[in-house]
């Protein structure tokens, strides 16, 4: 039954957790033929951090205590939590677990796959649940480990990758601090980027077969992607912006998916957005998929770079291929 209707979304705290491992370039060199200068020069990545022993589930819990400390509230007070991730560590999802982690004992938790818009496409979610005034107080999460699934003998995708979580709690509130939004899915390029099932025949009973097959590593066609993400991102942003009747001149912060910095100067380039207006970790994480936006989001906000009120511009894309922009206010 709807308690409320016509609340406003807020975002009130924010958390994230890395796994301790880092790798640095120079360390892959042991792997594959590259080199530092390589991987910095293309894609501005310098480190990235490996989850070894940490479990998805054990990092996004993390993540989550910190967001939930700051948005003041206590795990109980949770109605759903939502884990956008394509690395469960369990296929029929890992959000109930992190439920049980947290004692979070009213909320509903259900996954979300998308990718790198994973987190994007949660917030707009957890916003609708929100708006309708079905729930008050929403984690979503944003979490990967894509390291499990990283051809390492690949130097065209192994270098990208890394491991992390971060996460928000997202209120009901007077004001709506989510301006606007826009989200795009285009399956017809489905195979640029893909972690894909490959079936193996297995032959049950007599003229019965099931597939035994397994996921196989990434694949992705760099270039394709490149240029997807930069003629995109920047249009799925101004229809965001435009939705929510804000100028590029009123954004405060680009907070784009961590994939390539040329991916990020690119589309602030287009948008006419200055340097100093856009917010960059991959230098020492890599792309974290699903957790690259909460994970800069929240480190920006600990910094104190980022502040209450603030118009944050972000926005997401990846495979599916799928791309999404979310316009918003931080704080309550
Ligand atoms: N080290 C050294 N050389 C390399 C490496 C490496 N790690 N990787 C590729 N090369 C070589 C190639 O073999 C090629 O050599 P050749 O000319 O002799 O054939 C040369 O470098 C150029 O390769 P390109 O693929 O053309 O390099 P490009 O400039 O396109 O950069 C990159 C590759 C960084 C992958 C770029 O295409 C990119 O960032 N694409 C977007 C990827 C992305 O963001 N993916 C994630 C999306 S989010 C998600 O949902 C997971």
């Known amino acids: 039954m709807l308690q409320q209707t016509g609340v406003g979304v807020a975002i009130t705290g924010s958390g994230s957790a890395i796994p301790s491992v880092s790798l640095d370039n120079q360390g892959l060199t042991q792997l594959v033929e590259t080199s530092d200068d390589w991987i910095a020069t293309r894609t501005g990545i310098r480190q990235?951090?490996?989850?070894?022993?940490?479990?998805?589930?054990?990092?996004?819990?993390?993540?989550?205590?910190?967001?939930?400390?700051m948005a003041g509230i206590a795990p109980e007070d949770l109605d759903l939590i939502i884990l956008a991730t394509s690395t469960a560590d369990d296929l029929f999802g890992s959000a109930s677990s992190i439920q049980f982690q947290l004692g979070a004992s009213r909320a509903v938790a259900f996954d979300l796959t998308a990718a790198c818009s994973g987190f994007v496409f949660g917030l707009v979610t957890a916003s609708q649940f929100i708006r309708t005034g079905v729930y008050q107080n929403v984690l979503l999460i944003g979490a990967d480990i894509l390291s499990r699934w990283v051809d390492w003998s690949d130097r065209g995708t192994c270098v990208l990758f890394g491991d992390g979580a971060g996460a928000i709690v997202m209120q009901a509130s007077e004001r709506d601090r989510l301006l606007g939004f826009e989200l795009r899915s285009d399956g017809t390029q489905h195979q640029s980027l893909s972690l894909a099932y490959t079936a193996q025949p297995k032959e049950l009973v007599p003229g019965i077969n099931v597939q035994a097959g397994t996921y196989h590593p990434i694949t992705m066609n760099g270039k394709e992607v490149y240029r997807f993400a930069v003629q995109k991102v920047p249009e799925v942003l101004e229809k965001a912006m435009f939705r929510a009747s804000i100028s590029i001149e009123q954004i405060d912060w680009l907070l784009?998916?961590?994939?390539?910095?040329?991916?990020?100067?690119?589309?602030?380039?287009?948008?006419?957005?200055?340097?100093?207006?856009?917010?960059?970790?991959?230098?020492?994480?890599?792309?974290?998929?699903?957790?690259?936006?909460?994970l800069a989001l929240d480190e920006a906000v600990r910094e104190g770079k980022i502040k209450p009120g603030d118009i944050i511009a972000s926005s997401g894309f990846g495979a599916g291929l799928t791309w999404g922009a979310a316009i918003f206010q931080w704080g309550r």
């Open 48 to 69: 990235r951090r490996l989850a070894g022993e940490e479990s998805l589930s054990a990092i996004a819990t993390l993540a989550a205590q910190r967001a939930i400390a």
């Open 256 to 294: 784009l998916h961590q994939a390539n910095q040329r991916i990020l100067d690119a589309v602030a380039q287009r948008l006419k957005i200055p340097t100093e207006k856009v917010i960059s970790n991959l230098a020492n994480y890599g792309n974290t998929s699903a957790a690259s936006i909460p």
